[in-house]
């Protein structure tokens, strides 16, 4: 396992083992992927065009389902601010379904 600091710039030093496993070298840019259990860093040069698509996929996916959740907060602000009555009835938008499918993105992937 290695371990590395954070300056108070935000920079951090890759150790060189990782460097040299992922074939990282000056001026190559890194993806860096958020988890709901941490940070995926990854060398896109070293991915394979399946895992390319693959990981295209997946960022498109969170990236609908996270406008989904925007659109859906958006409207529900609107239908608030035209009427004080709610019903839990109605075929609306499922936050908590929307936020589970983004977990299991994340689970299915990782």
Not at 19 to 44: A, C, S, T, W
Not at 58 to 75: M, V, Y
Request: aromatic share 2%; no cysteine; hydrophobic share 35%.
């Amino acid at each position: 396992m290695d371990m590395a600091k954070v300056t108070s710039k935000g920079q951090i030093t890759i150790p060189i083992s990782i460097r040299k496993r992922l074939q990282i070298n000056e001026g190559d840019k890194l993806l860096f992927i958020d988890r709901p259990n941490g940070v995926l860093m990854v060398n896109p040069e070293m991915l394979s065009s399946e895992e390319k698509q693959s990981l295209s996929s997946e960022i498109s996916s969170i990236t609908d389902a996270a406008n989904q959740l925007t659109d859906a907060s958006l409207n529900e602000q609107d239908a608030n601010a035209n009427t004080s009555q709610t019903s839990s009835a109605g075929g609306g938008f499922d936050v908590a379904a929307a936020l589970n499918e983004i977990r299991s993105i994340g689970r299915s992937s990782g």
